[in-house]
């Protein structure tokens, strides 16, 4: 048996690491990884160029992005996930998952939102295989219980493959204010999906007393973005709530495999309806009744920024670290520093202290204030320093 993993790291999870004796793949089912966003609250390691999915941020040795597909591809198989990021990230991602089919990294010309990139992934997967079952799973997140993560997109499969559009809502263990949450109806009985719920509504960022009741009432969920369904409803349900937008891309997706497709990319995409997939799908059909929930422990975060981050990380003489401890010298302070340009940081007599050190901008604050680094971001874009962003 080899060494255990150090404390807050995750370790890459594969087939047999899983489940030696059993495949755990479900048939049908197809992944799609968004990979967009610049994590501007992880500024200034995260940048534009150099986006967090693409980054080890939690001293494993994989990027979120790997360590998405090392949990995706026992379900799957590497011909079964989909991959869709910006153009100025394709080559990127390319080179971290070599295992990914060339046909299943799908480049975005700009930014149109989360649920332009998802449905278009599930259109193109809907014209190459009629009967698939998608699942949308962040590339930037961080689940530490791979088994868990496994069962539970299994009863979602389940679920989905009834008609529904069904999500994983991961249990809070304390009442935070930067999720969204799912308020959990009336159980299911479906087969093969125990623990499925009805969605009674989805529910926006709360403050903190309402948190504190969500988490004390127990039929909250947090919402993680997670969506799995049958390509024919997810794109029947856009068509429903968003039909300029379906029809844009139900025209790409016609393209995609053909000798146009750089064409009318170029002539619709610019077009699209700019909006997330929570707004433009799962809200409304919430409303309707035709989404479920699946609740599941996960282990999860969303790495959203340090505060969240510096519970990832391993603690080195009071301070959590990512990178070299070696460029550290820490008296009486706690926190989180990133020491990534080389030369010394000496931190002394503070508390709660973030300190992010790059070649080309140092970051000092508190992870009280985590959530506000992404104004310094508007800040810079406001004074037009594009080359810090």
Sequence with gaps: MGP???AGTVTPVTEASVHPSKSLRIPGFHAIVPAGGAGTRLWPLSRQTRPKFLLDLTGSGRSLLQQT????VPLTGPEGITVVTGQAHAAAVAGQLPELDRAGLLAEPSPRDSAAAICLAAAVIGRRHPEAVVGSFAADHVIRDAAAFHAAVAEAAAVAA???IVTLGIQPDHPATSFG???MGERLHVAGAPSAHRVERFVEKPDADTAGKYLAEGGYRWNAGMFVARTDVLLAELERSRPSLHAGLAELAAAWDTAERDAVLHAVWPGLDKVAIDYAIAEPAADAGRVAVV????DWDDVGDWASLAALLPSTTGMRVLGDDQH???RDAEGVAVPESGRLIAVLGLEDVVVVDTP?????TTRRRAQDVK?????LRTLNRDELL
């Design 4 to 6: 255990a993993p150090k």
């Design 69 to 72: 597909w090392d949990r995706l």
């Design 162 to 164: 009834e008609g529904d």
């Design 181 to 183: 949450y799912i308020r």
């Design 295 to 298: 609740p599941a422990a996960l």
């Design 328 to 330: 550290l010298l820490i």
């Design 360 to 364: 080309d901008a140092l970051l000092v």
């Design 375 to 379: 104004s310094l971001v508007d800040a």
